[in-house]
């Protein structure tokens, strides 16, 4: 029962930093450390980044409509069937071109990450490197918020991402595989600094952690069956509650911050990220 409630308290805590720009791996790191979950350090290893699945899954429920390819467009009474026919044609279209900027935008991170998964690893996931870069990010937030208050918006709707403003936003996710930087806080801050609507970042941010996550968890699962390992009832156990906790807290996550960056910006995150880190340091 004890790791059972601990497996709820690490679901919580991806559920709430997944989404907004504080870095989901390095509070999982630290939490690790003051909340260790009695299970293989193989097993954590594929946890911490695995554990991010139910959180994908809140984002696919919330925008089905938006990002299901084959939807069909509800016909209006008297609505000929040509017409009907069209407007559903043309919704698929825009969905289908939709999805290709999200994997124009996850490639530079997904040919990095391939490439130095192992030595990122073995040298990265420490609270060192987490402190760090929550507060280089943390002035960094600031900092951009100040400079975009000038800038001159290009792009107000998710649909009129071209793929230029996609690859740009991908480069900035690079960012994010190093553990305290905030994989939706880059990609965000990314987009605001192209030109990208505040709204409008965040809803792409979404919708590319789906195959950045997938990948990194398909990853993480085939190294851990490949190194020989296996999993005990209790470790199955801990990751399917922190999936499906993760899933919960991200439907009020998402939703929140939705409405939050309507009319805010990320300033109160990056202060945030800066007394964490040295909070951290100071520990």
Not at 139 to 156: C, D, P, Q, T
Not at 180 to 191: E, K, N, P, Q
Not at 240 to 254: K, Q
Request: glycine letters at 10%.
């Amino acid at each position: 029962m004890l790791e059972i409630l601990k497996a709820i308290l690490f679901g919580v805590v991806e559920g709430i930093t997944e989404w907004l720009p504080i870095s989901s791996t390095g509070h999982l790191i630290l939490l690790n450390r003051w909340v260790t979950l009695q299970i293989s350090d193989a097993f954590y290893e594929m946890f911490e980044v695995v554990i991010q699945l139910g959180a994908i899954l809140a984002v696919l429920v919330l925008f089905f409509g938006k990002l299901n390819p084959f939807r069909f467009h509800a016909r209006a009474a008297g609505e000929p069937w040509g017409a009907w026919a069209k407007t559903t044609l043309a919704g698929r279209r825009e969905t289908w071109r939709l999805w290709g900027m999200v994997v124009i935008a996850v490639i530079p991170s997904a040919v990095v990450g391939l490439l130095l998964d192992d030595w990122m690893d073995a040298h990265l996931y420490n609270y060192l490197v987490v402190a760090l870069m929550l507060i280089v990010y943390g002035v960094a937030f600031i900092a951009v918020e100040k400079l975009s208050l000038g800038m001159r918006i290009k792009v107000r709707d998710v649909q009129d991402i071209d793929w230029r403003t996609a690859l740009y936003m991908g480069f900035f996710q690079c960012l994010a595989l190093v553990p305290g930087t905030s994989r939706s806080g880059a990609t965000i801050l990314g987009g605001i600094l192209v030109g990208v609507a505040r709204p409008a970042a965040a809803e792409f941010s979404f919708f590319m952690a789906i195959p950045t996550m997938l990948g990194a968890s398909a990853l993480k699962l085939v190294k851990f069956a490949l190194e020989g390992n296996s999993a005990t009832g209790l470790e199955l156990g801990v990751l399917a509650v922190g999936c499906v906790v993760s899933f919960i807290v991200s439907l009020a996550v998402i939703k929140g911050l939705m409405e939050y960056v309507r009319s805010h910006d990320f300033s109160v995150f990056g202060i945030y990220r800066i007394v964490l880190g040295v909070l951290v340091l100071l520990v």
